[in-house]
C-alpha cells in the first residue's frame, strides 16, 4: 500500500481499493493466459525436439537399438535387462491387439462425425420382424452405444497417448544402453531398480497407484462429460435404444439465448447461486468472528461448554441435522409436505407469521440462509479463534495505550488482519458455498417449484449444482444441459481461484500485512 | 513467568479451549489484561472514578457477552435436542404438536434392531468407511509427500492439472463412472465394491492440506536422514509420518466420516437397486423420509439418527483438536 492511499479521504479509498483489486484480477488473468501460451510453446517445441533426437538415435544407433524401434524391449533383452525388455515387449502386444481388436473401431466410429456433427454410432436399435417365441415379442436388434463410443473413444485416445510415452521412454533407454556398453558398463540389473523405486525413484511409487485411480475414474469420465456438453444426450435420445451425436454448440447457445425460457431459467438460478453463495460466505464469516472474539474475551465463563456446544453442529452428519431441521421448518408444502414444523408453529405462535417454507421461494431462501448459518458459524468460529489468537498482541498493546476504543480497535487491526489472513479461506469458501449440495438439496430439494419462472427441472432455490445433480438423474434427465452447467461452474471456479493463485503470489511480496 | 505458566494451567483447568494455541494465546490475552493493568495508573493519572467506570463497563460486557452466548448456544442445540426427544416418542406419525413428547418409549429403538435393516445399513456404511479411511489415507500422505519433498520434472503440471480437476463439480461425471462401473464390474455394479471405488478414486485431490503441513516439517531432516544413508522410502515412513501425526489424524477422520455423510454419491450408485439391504445409512434413512413412509417411519429415523450421531460426533468432539489444525492450517495457506 503505497503512500497515495493515505492522503484519500474514506469513499476515495474504495474506489482505490476497488481499481486495484480489478487490476490485480485482471493482471492474474493475463498472467494465467501468458503462462498457458508460453506452455503451449514449451510443449510443441518439446515435442518437435524430442522427435528430432529419436530420429538421430536411431540414424546413430547400431543394429539392436534400430530393431528396439519396433520391436519395443529387444534392446533392453540383448543388452542384459532381460525382464524390463519382456515388460515392453508385453506393453507393445496388448497395445496392438487393444488397438486392432477394440480401440481402433470404437475410435474410427468417435470420430466419423466429429467435425461434422450427426450421430455416434452407426445403427441404432431397431425391431426386426423375427419372431422371439421365447420373449412373445420380435427380436430386438442392439445396435451401437454412443456413450460407450464416447467413453472407448477417449479411453483408447489415453491408451494412445500412454503406449507412446512408453514408447519413447523405451527407445531412449536403449539407445543409452548402447551407449552405456560402448564405453564398457554394465547396466544396473532388475533387483538394483526396483530399489530404485524406493529411493531415487519414490514419486513414481508413492504416485502411481493414486494417479491411475483419479485417471481412470476422474480424468476419462470428465473429458467424456465435457464432450456431452456437444451432443444432443438427453431423454430422447436415451442409450443403448437411441443414438445421440454430435450437435457442436448448440447446447451454449441455448443456454445463454436472451429469449428462450431454458435461458431464462439459467439466469435465475445463475443469479441465485451467486447471492446465495454471496451471503452464506459472508453471514458465517462475520458472525462466526464475532462469537470467536465474544468467546475468546477475557471474563467470559465456561468458554469451553460454549465451543463444544457449538460445534456440533459441524460433528452431526449433515444428513441428520438437516433432514431434521428441514422437518422442523416444514410448513404443509414443500420439505416433507407433512406440516406442522415445530419452529412453523413457534415462528406463527410469536411473531403470527405463517411462513411458508418449501411453498414460498422468498421464505425459503431466507430460511435456507438461517439454517445455513447454523453449519457454518462454528466452522468459521473455529478457524477464526486459531488466526484471532495469532495477532501480534503488542497491536492491541500499543492501540490501548493510545487510547483506542474497542470498536475502533476491532476495525483497524482485527478486521484488516482477519481479511489479510483469510482472504484465500474466503474464496475457497465462496466456491465451496457455489458447490453446496448438501444444504440446498437435504432441507427444500429445490423447491418449491414454479412452472412460470423456470423450466427444465429448476425450481426456487436450486443452485446450478442441485440442478446438475436433477438433469443427470430422475425424470428431468436431460444429460446435455448438465454437462453445459458442469462446465459453467467449472469457469466460475475457475475464475476465483485465478484469483486466490494471484492473490497469494502478490502477497508472497508482502512481508507484513498493513 | 512464573504468572503466565498459572495462567495457562488456569486456562487449560477450568475454561478452555480447543487447542494447545487456544491456550496459549489465552494466557496472551491474561497477560495482555495484566500488562494494561500495570500501565494504566502510570498514562496521564487517571482518575479513580473513570477507572470504575471501567470496570463496571467490563462487568456489564461480559454479563452481555454472557448471556449472549448462553442464548446462541441453547438455539444451537434446540434442533439437535428435538431429534433426541422424537425419538423417545410414544406417539406415531410425522406430525407432532409440541416440542417433548407426551409418551416417552423405547420402542422406536426396539424396533430400528428388530424390524428394520438398519443394522445392515450401519455395518454396511461401517465396513465400506473403514476400507474408504485406510486407502484414502495412503493415497492423500503419499501424494502430498511426493509433492513436499521430492522435486521432479511432471511435478509442477501434475499440480496444476489436479488443481484443475478438482475445479469441476465432483459429481458431474456421475453418469460416465456409473457406465464405467458397469463395464468393469459387469455383475455388480451396484455394489459397495463401487462405492469404495468411487470414494477412493478422487481422494488424491485432496492432498492440498496434508502437504501444506509436510511443507512445514523442516527439509533439514530429511538431508539428515540422507547423509546417514536412508532411502527416501525410510525417511518418508521413519521420520516424517511418526513427525505428522496431527495430519495423519486429520486426514484418516475426514476420510472416515465422508461415507457416513455422504448422499448424493450413493444415491447415484445405488439408484433403483432392488436389495434395500445394500444400502448405506444415508440412503437407507432418506428414504424413511419418502412422502409414502415419513408417517410411519419418522420416530424410527430420529432413533437412527441419533444411533448414527454417536459416535460420529464423540469421534469428532474426540479428535476436533487435529481437525482444527487441519482447517485453519489449509485455510490460511490459501
Redesign the interface.
Known amino acids: 500500500m503505497d503512500v497515495d492511499y493515505y492522503g484519500l479521504s474514506g469513499a476515495k479509498r474504495l474506489t482505490w481499493r476497488l481499481r486495484r483489486a480489478v487490476t490485480r484480477g485482471l493482471k492474474g488473468i493475463g498472467g494465467f493466459f501468458k503462462n498457458l501460451i508460453f506452455g503451449i510453446k514449451n510443449f510443441v517445441t518439446g515435442i518437435f525436439r524430442g522427435v528430432y533426437e529419436l530420429v538421430r538415435n536411431f540414424l546413430a544407433g547400431n543394429f539392436v537399438t534400430k530393431l528396439s524401434y519396433f520391436i519395443m524391449g529387444s534392446g533392453h533383452v540383448f543388452r542384459g535387462q532381460a525382464v524390463k525388455g519382456m515388460i515392453y515387449f508385453a506393453l507393445q502386444v496388448l497395445f496392438t491387439l487393444y488397438t486392432v481388436f477394440f480401440g481402433g473401431n470404437y475410435l474410427s466410429m468417435f470420430f466419423e462425425n466429429f467435425f461434422t456433427g450427426g450421430n455416434i454410432g452407426r445403427t441404432e436399435t431397431y425391431i426386426s420382424d423375427i419372431w422371439d417365441d421365447e420373449l412373445n415379442e420380435y427380436l430386438k436388434i442392439a445396435g451401437d452405444n454412443s456413450f460407450h463410443i464416447l467413453l472407448y473413444g477417449i479411453l483408447s485416445l489415453f491408451v494412445i497417448l500412454f503406449f507412446v510415452l512408453c514408447y519413447v521412454a523405451s527407445v531412449k533407454e536403449s539407445y543409452k544402453l548402447e551407449e552405456m556398453k560402448m564405453i564398457g558398463k554394465r547396466p544396473s540389473g532388475i533387483r538394483k531398480e526396483g530399489a530404485e523405486l524406493l529411493d531415487g525413484k519414490f514419486h513414481v511409487t508413492l504416485l502411481s497407484l493414486p494417479m491411475a485411480g483419479l485417471f481412470l475414474f476422474t480424468v476419462i469420465p470428465l473429458f467424456t462429460m465435457i464432450l456431452i456438453a456437444f451432443t444432443n444426450y438427453d431423454a430422447g435420445h436415451e442409450v443403448p435404444e437411441r443414438l445421440f451425436g454430435w450437435v457442436g454448440f448448440e447446447n451454449f447457445r441455448n443456454m445463454f439465448s436472451g429469449t428462450s425460457k431454458l435461458g431464462d431459467t439459467f439466469r435465475r438460478v445463475l443469479s441465485w447461486t451467486l447471492i446465495w453463495a454471496f451471503l452464506a460466505t459472508f453471514t458465517s464469516y462475520f458472525i462466526g468472528m464475532l462469537l470467536a472474539i465474544l468467546i475468546n474475551r477475557r471474563g467470559i465463563r465456561f468458554k469451553k461448554l460454549y465451543r463444544t456446544l457449538l460445534v456440533t453442529t459441524i460433528a452431526v452428519p449433515q444428513f441428520v441435522s438437516l433432514l431434521i431441521m428441514s422437518k422442523m421448518l416444514d410448513s404443509g408444502g414443500g420439505g416433507f409436505g407433512t406440516g406442522g414444523g415445530i419452529i412453523t408453529q413457534w415462528i406463527e405462535q410469536i411473531f403470527g407469521y405463517h411462513q411458508q417454507f418449501g411453498l414460498k421461494i422468498f421464505d425459503t431462501r431466507v430460511a435456507i440462509i438461517l439454517v445455513n448459518l447454523w453449519i457454518g458459524v462454528p466452522y468459521s468460529m473455529l478457524l477464526c479463534s486459531g488466526i484471532l489468537m495469532n495477532i501480534p498482541a503488542d497491536l492491541y498493546e500499543s492501540a490501548r495505550i493510545d487510547g483506542a476504543s474497542p470498536a475502533r480497535r476491532f476495525f483497524k487491526i482485527t478486521l484488516p488482519y482477519m481479511f489479510f489472513v483469510t482472504g484465500p479461506y474466503l474464496i475457497t469458501q465462496f466456491i465451496g458455498n457455489i458447490n453446496n449440495f448438501n444444504v440446498i438439496y437435504l432441507l427444500s430439494g429445490g423447491g418449491p417449484g414454479d412452472n412460470l419462472l423456470y423450466s427444465d427441472g429448476a425450481k426456487g432455490t436450486d443452485l446450478l449444482i442441485t440442478w446438475l445433480y436433477k438433469l443427470s438423474l430422475g425424470v428431468d434427465r436431460n444429460y446435455k444441459l448438465a454437462s453445459v452447467i458442469g462446465i459453467l461452474v467449472f469457469a466460475i471456479s475457475a475464475v476465483l481461484s485465478l484469483i486466490i493463485y494471484n492473490r497469494s503470489s502478490a502477497v508472497k511480496g508482502e512481508d507484513n500485512f498493513q | 513467568m512464573k504468572q503466565e505458566q498459572k495462567n495457562i494451567d488456569l486456562t487449560q483447568n477450568s475454561?478452555?479451549?480447543?487447542?494447545n494455541?487456544?491456550a496459549?494465546?489465552?494466557a496472551?490475552?491474561?497477560?495482555?489484561?495484566r500488562?494494561?493493568a500495570s500501565?494504566t495508573p502510570n498514562?496521564k493519572g487517571r482518575k479513580g472514578g473513570f477507572r470504575l467506570g471501567m470496570s463496571l463497563r467490563?462487568?456489564l460486557?461480559?454479563t452481555a457477552?454472557?448471556i449472549?452466548?448462553?442464548l446462541?448456544?441453547v438455539v444451537?442445540?434446540i434442533?439437535?435436542i428435538?431429534?433426541i426427544v422424537q425419538s423417545f416418542r410414544g406417539e406415531p406419525g410425522?406430525?407432532?404438536?409440541?416440542?417433548f413428547p407426551h409418551e416417552w418409549t423405547l420402542d422406536n429403538y426396539k424396533r430400528l434392531f428388530t424390524q428394520t435393516q438398519f443394522p445392515r445399513w450401519y455395518f454396511n456404511t461401517l465396513w465400506i468407511s473403514v476400507v474408504c479411511c485406510i486407502v484414502t489415507s495412503l493415497?492423500?500422505l503419499?501424494?502430498s509427500?511426493?509433492f513436499s519433498r521430492?522435486r521432479?520434472r511432471a511435478?509442477r503440471p501434475?499440480m496444476n492439472i489436479?488443481?484443475?480437476?478438482g475445479?469441476?463439480?465432483?459429481?458431474?461425471?456421475?453418469?460416465?463412472?456409473y457406465?464405467?462401473l458397469k463395464?468393469l464390474l459387469p455383475m455388480n455394479y451396484q455394489s459397495h465394491l463401487s462405492l469404495i471405488?468411487?470414494y477412493?478414486?478422487?481422494?488424491?485431490?485432496s492432498y492440498y492440506v496434508s502437504k501444506g503441513f509436510f511443507d512445514t516439517v523442516p527439509r533439514a531432516l530429511d538431508e539428515a536422514a540422507r547423509i546417514d544413508g536412508a532411502?527416501?522410502?525410510?525417511t518418508?515412513v521413519k521420520i516424517i509420518l511418526p513427525l505428522s501425526k496431527s495430519i495423519i489424524i486429520y486426514t484418516v477422520l475426514i476420510s472416515f466420516?465422508a461415507p457416513?455423510?455422504d448422499?448424493?454419491f450413493v444415491?447415484?450408485i445405488m439408484?433403483g437397486v432392488p436389495d434395500t439391504g445394500l444400502y448405506t445409512v444415508?440412503l437407507g434413512?432418506?428414504s424413511w423420509?419418502e412422502?409414502e413412509m415419513?408417517?410411519q417411519y419418522?420416530t424410527t429415523?430420529?432413533a437412527a439418527?441419533v444411533i448414527?450421531?454417536l459416535p460420529?460426533?464423540a469421534l469428532?468432539?474426540w479428535l476436533?483438536k487435529y481437525?482444527?489444525e487441519g482447517?485453519?492450517g489449509g485455510?490460511?495457506?490459501?
Open positions: 475454561q478452555s479451549v480447543l487447542t494455541t487456544a496459549n494465546s489465552a496472551n490475552w491474561e497477560e495482555l489484561d500488562l494494561e500501565l498514562i467490563r462487568t460486557g461480559d457477552g454472557q449472549v452466548l448462553t446462541l448456544s444451537w442445540i434442533p439437535l428435538y431429534l410425522a406430525w407432532s404438536p409440541t416440542f493415497f492423500v503419499s501424494v509427500y511426493a521430492i521432479f511435478r501434475l489436479m488443481l484443475i480437476l475445479m469441476f463439480p465432483g459429481f458431474m461425471s456421475m453418469s460416465a463412472v457406465f464405467l463395464i471405488i468411487v477412493c478414486s478422487g481422494a488424491a485431490l532411502s527416501r522410502f525410510r518418508f466420516i457416513w455423510c448422499y448424493i444415491s447415484y439408484s444415508s434413512m432418506y423420509l412422502r415419513i408417517q419418522f429415523f430420529c439418527a448414527v450421531a460420529i460426533t469428532f468432539m476436533q481437525y482444527v482447517v485453519t485455510a490460511v495457506k490459501g
